[in-house]
């Protein structure tokens, strides 16, 4: 008899809906887990809204934490019954791409090794986490024990959000002294704030209206705040670096008058550090480009992701350096994931993420 389980599943733009489907079997390098906690990320939200496409049938979710349930005959190194996360980026770890370091455009099987965003599977082009059961491909690549000290919640936001937040800080290669701006303080802005304070900036400056995600940059160590709805942020931030501009634009939003106005406020020199999922096509405007000839640098980073990283990440948090906890606002059951996607993909409630336990 063929075991079910429920999951979020996309049905169509605008529906994203609970039912039932077969857990996976297991093949000899994946690994079946109990999803024990997820969420719900903004990319989700895109998909949700047709916005960015997958196929339909396909289930949502690409932040597990979980237990082993079930290994595949080839996997070593792990236990039935273990605490682990995954990556949102699960990478095969023998492709040329990944040998060279660029783990999230994976092409396995791909005549050349690259793929574009080909490392993103869960919730992509696999079956991903919101649901009972989770196959993780690869598994000796990308399954990292959770410490027994840490819970749940503390480790929620290493797959995704906390590991493609500081990775904007990373890209931007923000330096000790660095003065840092940060353009969207939603779950991954936030997470670039608290990397950019991590890797030795002194002057962090958030823009966004949320009253709430304000209060949670502060907590998290920016320096100053600044109210897009109270005036031109690009002004504001002028005035604050005293005409000079910033070291490092972190766009974290994913539009055009965002990305305009990381050029707009870079110093000559500087890096515009781009972690924003755009829907359209980009221009960029001569003037904040100065002519080509200003030795700007735009880099742009998908989520980091295989084991290493996940292990970093949770030394990270079990060392105390940075507390993710209270971007935990709200909680829901698997049961009640399709009241969760209208709570979060219209950020009411103060809303900053949700766990989902099913």
Not at 22 to 40: H, K, N, Y
Not at 241 to 261: K, N, P, Y
């Amino acid at each position: 008899m063929t075991r079910m389980m429920k999951a979020a599943i996309f049905v169509e733009p605008g529906r994203i809906v609970l039912d039932e489907k077969p857990i996976p079997d297991v093949g000899p390098l994946d690994a079946l887990i109990r999803v024990t906690t997820t969420t719900i990320c903004g990319t989700d939200v895109h998909i949700l809204k047709g916005e960015y496409p997958v196929e339909k049938g396909l289930t949502i979710g690409h932040e597990p934490v979980g237990v082993i349930e079930k290994l595949g005959s080839a996997v070593s190194g792990y236990q039935e019954g273990q605490r682990v996360i995954a990556g949102a980026i699960t990478p095969s770890g023998h492709s040329y791409a990944c040998l060279c370091g660029c783990h999230s455009q994976d092409g396995a099987g791909t005549r050349h090794g690259f793929k574009p965003m080909g490392g993103w599977r869960f919730g992509n082009t696999i079956d991903g986490c919101q649901a009972e059961y989770l196959l993780v491909p690869d598994a000796m690549a990308n399954l990292s024990p959770v410490p027994d000290a840490l819970t749940d919640e503390q480790v929620l936001m290493c797959p995704d959000i906390m590991s493609t937040g500081l990775s904007g800080a990373e890209s931007g290669k923000v330096r000790i002294g660095d003065t840092v701006a940060v353009f969207a303080l939603g779950p991954i802005g936030l997470c670039a704030a608290a990397g950019a304070r991590l890797m030795g900036a002194t002057t962090i400056i958030g823009v966004d209206t949320v009253p709430e995600r304000l209060a949670m940059a502060r907590r998290l160590g920016v320096d100053h705040v600044v109210d897009f709805k109270a005036g031109d942020p690009v002004e504001a931030i002028m005035k604050l670096t005293d005409g000079r501009g910033v070291d490092v634009a972190i766009e974290a939003l994913g539009t055009q008058q965002t990305f305009e106005s990381c050029l707009k406020v870079l110093r000559p020199g500087g890096t515009l550090s781009s972690l924003g999922v755009y829907s359209g096509d980009l221009t960029i405007p001569l003037g904040p480009f100065m002519a080509g000839l200003g030795d700007l640098k735009i880099v742009t980073t998908l989520c980091p992701g295989g084991k290493e990283r996940m292990r970093r990440l949770m030394d990270v948090v079990a060392s105390g350096r940075i507390d993710l906890q209270a971007m935990v606002t709200h909680r829901f059951p698997l049961e009640r994931i399709e009241e969760a996607y209208e709570l979060f993909a219209n950020q009411r409630d103060g809303v900053l993420k949700v766990a989902i336990t099913p």
